[in-house]
Structure formats: C-alpha cells, structure tokens
C-alpha cells in the first residue's frame, strides 16, 4: 500500500486545524503502531517521569524509530491548565500517546500540528479549535470522527485499538486527572524513508507510491520544470488581456522536452495580481499542436486527458519518486483558461518531469456526473480495472450553488465506505490526500448538494458535479468509455 500527503483538482489542499492531529488533510504510511493498554517501565512511553532537575532517559527504538526526549517533563509554552503539583500523565496514556502521536504532537510541534502533547499542562491548555474547552476534551472525537479523514492518528496509519481507546477515554472521563505514579511521554522521532513505524503524515517519505502538498527532495540530477502560462498572442512572455464577459481560451504549447518523460510535480505559475482568472487546466492532447496559438474555447475537450486543474484554494502538488504522470514529447499540450471580467492574467502550472519511469503510472480521473437539474446530483463510476486501484488524492468541484460533497465506495460484496463527506466552498477549492481501494465489482458514488436549482454548464453561472481523483495503475478508474466532454479518463 502507499503513503501520500493532501493534492490537485481545481483544486487544492486544505490544511485543516485538527485539534488533535497533524494540521492538514495529509496521511503517512500505513504501518502497526500501537501502545498496549498497559505500562512497563523501561519500554518507550513508560519512562519514570523525572524529578526537578533530572533529565529523562532515552529509551531505545526499534528498527526506524529513534527514540528522544525533546520537551518531557517541561512545561510547554502557552500549555495554560493547573494539573496538580507533582502529578503528571498515567503511565498508560503517557504509553498510548507516546506510540501514536508525538511524531506530530511533540514541543515544538511538527508537520502543522496545533498544539503539543508532552505534558499533563498540554492537556489541560485551551484547545485551539474550541477555546472554551480543554484539549483533552476534544481528543476522544478525533479518535472516532464523522468524517474517516479527520480520524487521529491519521490514515492510513493504524487506528487505536479498542482497549486503547477505552484507557484513554477513560482518563478523560475522569477530568484528565493526574497521577501520582505517572510516567513521561516520550518522542517518537520517524527516520524518513522507513515503512511501518516509520511513517508519518507529512514527513518525507520517498518511494511509498502517494502524493505531498509540501515540496520534498527528489535526488535526480535530470528532473527538469517547464512552465505553461498564460500569454498575449505572439508573445509567450506577455501577460494575456481579457476583454469583458465570460470567455474559455485556449494556449497551445509544443512539448519542451523529446521523448517520453514522467511528471514529479506541479508547481503553481499563478499570476498574483490576476483579477480576471477563474480557474485553468492543464490537458495533454493526442496530437501535435501550434505552438504558441491563442484561441477561444468552448469549454469542452473530447480529445485532452487532464494532467493538472488549479481552481482558488489550489496547492502545487509533489508525488513520491515511485509515482509518476507519463508526458509524451510527441504530442502538444493546452492550457484551457477560464476568465470572467476584464484585465491582464499570466497563469498556469510549472510542470516538474524526470526520464526515468517509476514503478506507479498515475493520472487523474474525472468522477462525478453532468446530469444536473435540481438541487442534488448523484454520478456512479464503476471503473474497469485492473484491480485494485489505489486512490492517493482527490478534489471536488462545483461552482457557486455547490454546498456539499460526499463520495462513496459501494462494495462488490456489501456495504460501503465513505471516503469524502465535507461543505464545499467555491472560494476555497481544497485538494485532499486520499488512501482507499477500490476492488473488482465495487463502484464510486458521488453526490453533490446545492443550495437551489442547479442545471450542468460550463459558465459559472451552472454547476458542476466533479470529484477528480488520482490514482494508479494509470487506465484502472476509467469507465468503459470517455465522455464526449471530457475526453478519455473519465468515468462518470
């Protein structure tokens, strides 16, 4: 299975402020990473808490996981609370929290996690989500969240156990008291580049097969960026200027590189001072194209396969050296613009490939419907394999109506698993680090809610119902056929 971080669509990520969790939408590898209800002193997160003045001990780790005891026993800055002098976590939680968070939650915290979990004071501090209760008081909802993608710690890493939510709830119950006989929480320092215990969100973990909002090192002298933008007829280093109204235009470029090379990352080439942008895409079409050529658009591409969408809220996008987007040198590709009012705009994507093929061949899927005539639209993808396919990201698209999005896999078998269930803002397109599977026989169902009657279009004035999805083996999501609008990988 593979690791990623929060990606794409029209896109973005959005970092949320998890009062218990690593703050953006981001999974770490999965991997076996447990504390048993139980205490013993001497294994990691059972450290004797130290008196006044004696440093704590580091406990020895397993195979990459180096043990630290950054932060124990000291008062965190802004911890607030008034545990009781010379008390501190129970041996227990001091275990289960040690096992299972402090990758994240140590002092200083990492990877945008809120607030520490190094003391009985962290605890007790108000929690920055909901100044008016503890931190302690808002855990226990992100052990079992709604939404499967809020859940700490975070997926695809492994969930607590029932016994060990059952120790920690319990604490909690009783006022997150402390104890006499307590036990220091330790760090769980996670070598980057290790599977198992070695994984956590957001860290740099090369070569587990997911995608990063955040840039990572890549060790290939030969990976080369090109940029794509925006640009006046005849001249692709002037800004474009849109007159008024509503209008999709078309920028044709021929492709900078020869031979087959395969996309690392997209970083983001937005004008910053654009007023006029809507959103853009990126398309690798299945011929050659005039470079350079400037021309209006209908907003329908039969022919494109989408490589990138950038929409407000958009983040770039970094995958794992083992995954990569095949980009042909013998074929030409198209920034498909969407402006709406007047001035100058020099937008697009900044696109990162290497010529060394990877072990995962990604692309992104189109999922969703068109069908749209009412207040609510429903789409079911039944993709064609091969199996399993393996989801690293996704985001959502509506416009200005669209309030809510939730998708769904319907097993073969029974049942079904909600992989997105969240609001939707058009102002705030996020893209989302996903980990699920999808097997043979299961379907993705995607339903779109809005706030009136809504009816398909491309102006923004209609409405959308998109849930872009990257995954791999590339060719696996598709349906039995491409849709006349939005070309071959769709499955809608």
Request: glycine share 14%.
């Amino acid at each position: 299975m593979k690791v990623s971080t929060t990606w794409l669509g029209w896109v973005s990520i959005g970092s949320l402020a998890l009062a218990a969790g690593c703050q953006s939408d981001v999974a770490g590898p999965a991997g076996p990473i447990t504390g048993a209800p139980s205490c013993v002193v001497g294994s990691p997160g059972c450290t004797p808490a130290p008196s006044a003045g004696t440093p704590a001990l580091p406990q020895a780790g397993s195979a990459g996981v180096a043990q630290s005891t950054a932060g124990v026993g000291a008062p965190t800055a802004g911890g607030g609370g008034t545990p009781s002098a010379g008390g501190g976590v129970p041996c227990d939680v001091a275990q289960i929290v040690s096992a299972n968070c402090t990758g994240c939650h140590q002092s200083p915290t990492k990877i945008g996690a809120p607030m520490p979990l190094m003391t009985l004071a962290d605890f007790h501090a108000p929690a920055p989500s909901d100044a008016t209760k503890k931190v302690y008081q808002i855990i226990p909802s992100r052990l079992d969240p709604s939404d499967p993608t809020k859940r700490m710690p975070q997926p695809p890493l492994t969930a607590l156990t029932a016994p060990q939510k059952q120790t920690f709830n319990a604490w909690v119950n009783a006022g997150a008291a402390s104890a006499a006989s307590s036990c220091a929480i330790t760090v769980t320092e996670l070598t980057p580049g290790t599977g198992g215990t070695g994984g956590m969100p957001g860290t740099v973990m090369p070569g587990m097969g997911g995608a990063h909002i955040e840039e990572i090192p890549y060790d290939d002298p030969d990976m080369q960026c090109y940029k794509f933008q925006t640009h006046a007829r005849g001249d692709k280093n002037a800004p474009y200027t849109h007159g008024s109204g509503e209008t999709y235009v078309n920028f044709d470029f021929a492709a900078p590189w020869t031979g087959t090379v395969y996309q690392r990352a997209v970083k983001l080439a937005n004008d910053p001072n654009s007023q006029v942008i809507h959103h853009w895409l990126l398309f690798k079409q299945s011929g050659r194209v005039t470079d350079g050529a400037v021309g209006t658009s209908s907003g329908i591409h039969p022919d494109g396969t989408l490589v990138y969408a950038w929409g407000p809220g958009a983040s770039p996008m970094y995958f794992d050296p083992d995954v990569g987007v095949p980009l042909e040198g013998d074929v030409g590709y198209r920034l498909e613009a969407h402006f709406n009012g007047a001035g100058d705009d020099q937008s697009g994507a900044e696109l990162c490939v290497t010529p060394h093929e990877p072990e995962h061949i990604a692309e992104i899927v189109w999922v969703g419907t068109d069908s749209i005539a009412g207040s609510s639209a429903t789409g079911r993808c039944r993709p064609r394999g091969p199996f399993p396919i393996q989801a690293i990201a996704a985001q959502p698209h509506m416009h200005k109506l669209g309030t809510h999005m939730k998708a769904t896999i319907m097993r073969a078998g029974g049942g079904m698993d909600v992989v997105h269930d969240l609001d939707f803002s058009f102002d705030s397109q996020q893209y989302y680090v996903k980990d699920f599977v999808i097997n043979e026989g299961d379907s993705l169902v995607t339903e779109c809610s809005y706030s009136g009657f809504a009816t398909f279009g491309t102006s923004t004035s209609n409405e959308m119902c998109y849930f872009f999805v990257v995954a791999w083996p590339a060719g696996s999501l598709r349906g039995g056929s491409g849709s006349f609008i939005h070309g071959p990988n769709s499955c809608l």
